[in-house]
T-cell receptor, first 112, second 114 residues
Framework: SQELEQSPQSLIVQEGKNLTINCTSS?????LYWYKQKYGEGLIFLMMLQKGGEEKSHEKITAKLDEKKQQSSLHITASQPSHAGIYLC????????????FGRGTQLTVWP | KAGVTQTPRYLIKTRGQQVTLSCSPISGHRSVSWYQQTPGQGLQFLFE???????NKGNFPGRFSGRQFSNSRSEMNVSTLELGDSALYLC?????????????FGPGTRLTVT
């Protein structure tokens, strides 16, 4: 079973639309990472959340970790074709010495 | 500051051969982690090194091994390659261990086993 569940698995939106990707864990998250990946390439670090209720933004991307620290959401405002890619969430369990557990990813397509 | 670099970027090997992949972390980072990414299994943790010591290991057979050098560069080795080892191998570096330390990934090495 997956440590982290991401939804939706894929998303197709028109340029300019807002969208949200969710990441849910059955266990408490000590750190939650969001990465973006172009197919077959490395992961681009977007942001890391640690505290319950924490919210971070970078350009038009905002991520939040809920108070119970078991769910995170990634929100993109006014999407652009450059936002297209695979979004992955990764969880730090706090006691696993650097190991991150990843969701299966959300494939985002933005059409002009 | 230069990012995480991985060499080679692409590799084609034959079943039964062995392969060594290299990862150079961001300057000043002492922790290096390795992951295998496949369409079927997603991203799976291989192992993590900190100050030349393996501190954590994922659920992979002993054919997968690694090491870290005093300059924090890391190598991973896969012996007796199998078709199922075809994957994108990613390494990540961090300046420490734990949730306070952000992990940055390299571009990956695409290994194809024929």
């Amino acid at each position: 079973s997956q440590e982290l569940e991401q939804s939706p698995q894929s998303l197709i939106v028109q340029e300019g639309k807002n969208l949200t990707i969710n990441c849910t864990s059955s266990k408490t998250l000590y750190g939650l990472y969001w990465y973006k990946q172009k197919y077959g390439e490395g992961l681009i670090f977007l942001m890391m959340l640690q505290k319950g209720g924490e919210e971070k933004s970078h350009e038009k991307i905002t991520a939040k970790l809920d108070e119970k620290k078991q769910q995170s959401s990634l929100h993109i405002t006014a999407s652009q074709p450059s936002h297209a890619g695979i979004y992955l969430c990764g969880a730090d369990r706090g006691s696993t010495l650097g190991r991150l557990y990843f969701g299966r990813g959300t494939q985002l397509t933005v059409w002009p | 500051k230069a990012g995480v670099t991985q060499t080679p970027r692409y590799l084609i090997k034959t079943r039964g051969q062995q392969v060594t992949l290299s990862c150079s972390p961001i300057s000043g980072h002492r922790s290096v982690s390795w992951y295998q990414q496949t369409p079927g299994q997603g991203l799976q943790f291989l192992f993590e090194y900190f100050s030349e010591t393996q501190r954590n290991k994922g659920n992979f057979p002993g054919r997968f091994s690694g090491r870290q050098f005093s300059n924090s560069r890391s190598e991973m080795n896969v012996s007796t390659l199998e078709l199922g080892d075809s994957a994108l191998y990613l390494c990540a570096s961090s300046d420490g261990v734990g949730p306070l330390h952000e992990q940055y990934f390299g571009p990956g090495t695409r290994l194809t086993v024929t």
